[in-house]
Every structure is written in structure tokens, then in C-alpha cells.
């Protein structure tokens, strides 16, 4: 992996100490001590997949993520523990973020993005999440994703305080952080479209000191097929933003309309949409030939 951080105490003054051979692929590391703190490390040390057994596992169950199959099922088709599944959402979602992470700052400027608010909830419907995704018109890859809790709405709002307590908001602080990932990978004058949110027009002026062009379309009934994301009527302005979003609920088991694998916790579903994104990124363009994943991984 490229941006392999060397040493434990971020010193760079290490030296060569020996080698050993990898048991599941023979494959030959070299190890370093540092100097500074006197720690060994290896080449394998900071990757994502360091002790990780069944390397051979990672493309099929990475690909089962993001097809939209649930973990314990994912472990009775491959034969392993259920755990195990779960411990590798962690792996390949901190390797996922990075990666998305590092994307953003190499990528061409952008100077025009969509970006709205999906909705689902942890474990009840009195206890709602939100996700606000950034997506780029021309490439429709997902530029920028978070997850957190908002209040319960409507007739469930009583209910939930009622059984949960009070449930702390996260909107603003999460679209902020959606503006502020945005800002880095756009133009100074990009052009944004969403929905006629009310809590958008203030962020997006603040967020590019009234340089952006806000483009804001009207919601529209949702059609049938694609998962409630579609619309109605066919193509508009918010197309691209709605298919996309039509994908993540369709391929991420637990965004599913009416499935009963609901969000348990919502670090372990960050990561979840985490995988989806880097596979949606790739596949849009192009790059979805399981091989590439598979050495992206090593
Ligand atoms: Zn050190």
C-alpha cells in the first residue's frame, strides 16, 4: 500500500534487521528496528492485511461486502466464523476510508457536485441515522460520506424520547464536515445541487464565502423500483445523486428497504458503506476486475 507509514513513533531513522519468510505465501519481508525507540517492524507491519490468515479470502469476501450479502451469511458460504467476517469489515474499512481519503486529495479539481442526506436508523425507527453523501456529476463517484444519529420525527418523536431519552442531533456538524472534505477536492467557484433542504443554503455560502453556484432542485415522488431513491418521472437534475444512492441502499445489506438486518453499530456500519464506496469508485471507473481489488489489497 502507498501510504505505508514506517515506524510506530514516526521517527525515520530505522535500520535493516533481518528478514523472514511469510508462512501462508512464502513470500520474503524485511524487518527493521528503529533506532529511536527501538521497536521492530516489518514491510508488513503497517498493511492492511498484517497477520491477517486466508489472505486468499480477501477478494471474495471484499466483493460479498459490497454486493450486498449480510455477514453471517457471507460466513456460511465461505466456511468461516461470523467474527471473523466482522473483524474484516474493520480491516477493509479503515483500509476503505484511506483510500477514499487519498482519493480526494490526488483527484482533478471538481466543479460540480450533488450531495443530500439518506436516512436510516440503528437497531429501531425511534432511533434514526443520517448520512450525508457527496457525489460528482461527471465521474459519479461518492466524493465524501458520514454517519450520525438525528431525533426521531413525526408520531415516533414521543415515542422515542420517551423510550431512549433525548437523542443528540448531528446534522450540522456532520454536513459541515461534508463541506469542509468537499472544499479540498473542488474548485474555488464549484457549482453544488441538492434538494430544497433548509439546512443546506447557509452551510454551502459559508462553506465557499459565497463563491459556489447552489442549484437546488425539487424532491420528487419516489418510483417504484430502485429502492425508494428513484424518482418518479425519469431523469432531472438530481439523477446521478439518486442512482448512486439507489446503488448503496441495494448493495449494503443493512440499507435495504425492509430487510431485517438493521444497523447494530454505527462505527461497524461507517465501515460497511466504507467498502461499498471504494468498490463504487472503482467500478465507475472501470477498474472493477476483481484482480486489481485483490493486489490493492496485498
Ligand atoms: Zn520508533
Known sequence: MSETK?????????????????????????????????????????????????????????????????????????????NSVASRVIRYGKYAKAKLKLYREQMPKSDLVLFDEMETFEHTKCKPLTMPIAVEEKTRKILSFSVGTIAAKGHLAKISRKKYGPRPCQRKELLKKLISELRLCCTTNPTIKTDRSHHYPKLIAKGWKGKAVHKVSKGRRAAVTGQGEMKKGGYDDLFFLNHTYAMIRDKVKCLTRKTWCTVKKIKMFEYLVYIYVHFHNQRVEGKDRPTLIYQQLL
Open 6 to 82: 514506517y515506524n510506530h513513533c514516526h521517527s525515520h531513522r530505522f535500520v535493516k534487521n533481518g528478514n523472514y519468510r511469510r508462512k501462508s505465501d512464502n513470500r520474503k519481508f524485511q524487518r527493521f528496528q528503529c533506532r529511536n525507540c527501538k521497536r521492530n517492524f516489518s514491510e508488513q507491519t503497517f498493511k492492511p492485511d498484517y497477520r491477517l490468515k486466508q489472505r486468499d479470502l480477501n477478494l471474495l469476501i471484499f466483493r460479498l461486502l459490497a454486493g450486498g450479502m449480510a455477514q453471517r451469511e457471507i460466513a456460511r458460504t465461505v466456511g468461516i466464523c461470523r
